[in-house]
């Protein structure tokens, strides 16, 4: 995977978040921190390696500090104009409240949450 892309990917999906936060926008490179600013009570990490790390989730949950940990993964062969097929992967309990507070599951009967 090209550097460039790796450096350009956070732009393109910043730009592609735009109709829900109209202020998102590009981490500059080399400042620490989420990769996509001025999206409230989510964080966003953008990564476009060809292998999966699963680091970069706990890079979301600790850049973001409380905010839903997202990370947004662009495999190979997914690049800006294809950023809409990329992968959004985020801690399965919090995708199952998503999943509650939409109306696609119902909520967890009483003491049958599993913790893992």
């Not at 790796?6 to 921190?33: C, D, I």
């Not at 947004?72 to 919090?94: C, D, F, T, W």
């Amino acid at each position: 995977m090209s550097r460039t892309k790796g450096n350009q990917a956070s732009g393109w999906v910043a730009r592609f978040l735009r109709p829900w936060w109209p202020h998102a926008e590009k981490t500059p490179n080399g400042r620490q921190g989420e990769d996509i600013e001025n999206t409230p009570g989510v964080s966003f990490e953008v990564k476009t390696s060809p292998v999966w790390r699963s680091s970069a989730l706990t890079q979301a949950a600790r850049n973001g500090r409380g905010s839903l940990p997202v990370v947004v993964y662009l495999p190979p062969g997914i690049g800006e104009k294809q950023v809409e097929l990329g992968y959004a992967i985020m801690p399965l309990s919090r995708f199952m409240d998503l999943l509650v507070d939409a109306g696609y599951a119902p909520a967890p009967r009483e003491g049958e949450l599993c913790s893992g």
